[in-house]
Nanobody, 124 residues
Protein backbone atom coordinates (compact mmCIF):
# COMPACT_ATOMS: atom_id res chain seq x y z
CA UNK A 1 0.00 0.00 0.00
CA UNK A 2 1.11 3.52 -0.78
CA UNK A 3 -0.38 6.65 0.70
CA UNK A 4 0.07 9.93 -1.13
CA UNK A 5 -0.30 13.46 0.19
CA UNK A 6 -0.12 16.49 -2.07
CA UNK A 7 0.80 19.99 -0.98
CA UNK A 8 1.75 23.30 -2.50
CA UNK A 9 -1.47 24.30 -4.21
CA UNK A 10 -2.96 27.75 -3.88
CA UNK A 11 -4.13 30.90 -5.57
CA UNK A 12 -1.67 32.54 -7.94
CA UNK A 13 -1.80 35.06 -10.75
CA UNK A 14 -1.34 34.33 -14.42
CA UNK A 15 2.35 34.12 -15.25
CA UNK A 16 3.36 32.96 -11.78
CA UNK A 17 5.11 29.74 -10.90
CA UNK A 18 4.13 27.11 -8.37
CA UNK A 19 5.65 23.87 -7.16
CA UNK A 20 3.51 20.99 -6.02
CA UNK A 21 4.85 18.23 -3.81
CA UNK A 22 3.60 14.74 -3.20
CA UNK A 23 4.90 12.80 -0.23
CA UNK A 24 4.55 9.04 -0.37
CA UNK A 25 4.55 6.50 2.40
CA UNK A 26 6.28 3.18 2.18
CA UNK A 27 9.78 1.87 1.74
CA UNK A 28 9.55 1.01 -1.95
CA UNK A 29 8.94 4.47 -3.37
CA UNK A 30 11.86 4.19 -5.74
CA UNK A 31 10.22 1.23 -7.48
CA UNK A 32 7.05 3.15 -8.33
CA UNK A 33 6.18 5.16 -11.40
CA UNK A 34 4.70 8.47 -10.25
CA UNK A 35 2.34 10.80 -12.01
CA UNK A 36 0.29 13.96 -11.86
CA UNK A 37 -3.21 14.36 -13.23
CA UNK A 38 -5.56 17.30 -12.99
CA UNK A 39 -9.28 17.84 -13.09
CA UNK A 40 -10.98 21.12 -13.81
CA UNK A 41 -14.65 21.71 -12.95
CA UNK A 42 -16.91 19.93 -15.41
CA UNK A 43 -14.01 18.16 -17.12
CA UNK A 44 -12.53 14.71 -16.96
CA UNK A 45 -9.34 14.02 -15.10
CA UNK A 46 -6.46 14.50 -17.50
CA UNK A 47 -2.82 13.49 -17.64
CA UNK A 48 -0.21 16.08 -16.77
CA UNK A 49 3.11 14.30 -16.31
CA UNK A 50 4.75 11.10 -15.17
CA UNK A 51 8.15 9.97 -14.04
CA UNK A 52 9.19 6.36 -14.14
CA UNK A 53 11.03 4.49 -11.42
CA UNK A 54 14.12 4.92 -13.58
CA UNK A 55 13.67 8.67 -13.88
CA UNK A 56 12.30 8.96 -17.41
CA UNK A 57 9.72 11.69 -17.78
CA UNK A 58 6.52 11.95 -19.82
CA UNK A 59 4.38 15.01 -20.37
CA UNK A 60 1.08 15.98 -21.84
CA UNK A 61 2.04 17.53 -25.15
CA UNK A 62 0.26 20.80 -24.38
CA UNK A 63 2.15 21.24 -21.10
CA UNK A 64 5.66 20.26 -22.06
CA UNK A 65 8.01 23.16 -21.55
CA UNK A 66 5.99 24.80 -18.79
CA UNK A 67 5.71 21.89 -16.36
CA UNK A 68 8.55 19.78 -15.00
CA UNK A 69 8.18 16.62 -12.97
CA UNK A 70 10.95 15.33 -10.74
CA UNK A 71 11.43 12.97 -7.85
CA UNK A 72 13.63 12.66 -4.80
CA UNK A 73 13.78 9.04 -3.73
CA UNK A 74 15.62 9.96 -0.53
CA UNK A 75 12.57 11.97 0.54
CA UNK A 76 9.89 9.74 -1.00
CA UNK A 77 8.62 12.82 -2.79
CA UNK A 78 7.64 13.74 -6.32
CA UNK A 79 7.39 17.33 -7.48
CA UNK A 80 5.60 19.22 -10.19
CA UNK A 81 7.17 22.55 -11.04
CA UNK A 82 4.76 24.75 -12.97
CA UNK A 83 5.70 28.01 -14.61
CA UNK A 84 3.95 30.64 -16.72
CA UNK A 85 0.66 29.52 -15.25
CA UNK A 86 -2.52 30.32 -17.11
CA UNK A 87 -6.13 30.52 -15.93
CA UNK A 88 -6.71 27.32 -17.94
CA UNK A 89 -4.37 25.53 -15.52
CA UNK A 90 -6.91 25.98 -12.75
CA UNK A 91 -7.79 22.52 -11.47
CA UNK A 92 -7.42 20.04 -8.68
CA UNK A 93 -4.07 18.36 -9.12
CA UNK A 94 -3.75 14.72 -8.11
CA UNK A 95 -0.65 12.71 -7.39
CA UNK A 96 -0.72 9.09 -8.39
CA UNK A 97 1.50 6.03 -8.21
CA UNK A 98 1.80 2.55 -9.60
CA UNK A 99 4.30 -0.23 -9.48
CA UNK A 100 6.72 0.11 -12.33
CA UNK A 101 5.01 -0.89 -15.54
CA UNK A 102 5.14 -0.55 -19.31
CA UNK A 103 1.46 0.31 -19.46
CA UNK A 104 0.56 3.63 -20.99
CA UNK A 105 1.44 6.52 -18.70
CA UNK A 106 -1.33 8.88 -19.66
CA UNK A 107 -4.28 6.70 -18.65
CA UNK A 108 -5.56 7.20 -15.13
CA UNK A 109 -6.86 3.63 -15.07
CA UNK A 110 -3.27 2.37 -15.12
CA UNK A 111 -2.47 3.85 -11.72
CA UNK A 112 -3.21 2.18 -8.41
CA UNK A 113 -2.86 4.84 -5.76
CA UNK A 114 -4.16 8.39 -5.59
CA UNK A 115 -3.81 11.35 -3.29
CA UNK A 116 -6.68 13.56 -2.20
CA UNK A 117 -5.69 16.36 -4.54
CA UNK A 118 -4.58 19.94 -4.13
CA UNK A 119 -6.37 22.94 -5.62
CA UNK A 120 -4.51 25.25 -7.96
CA UNK A 121 -6.32 28.42 -8.95
CA UNK A 122 -4.81 30.82 -11.47
CA UNK A 123 -6.39 34.25 -11.68
CA UNK A 124 -6.18 36.41 -14.78
Amino acid sequence: QVQLEESGGGLVQAGDSLRLSCAASGRTFSSYDMGWFRQAPGKERGFVAAITSGGSTKYAASLKGRFTISRDNTKNTVYLQMKSLEPEDTAVYYCTARQSSFMIYSSSSNYHYWGQGTQVTVSS
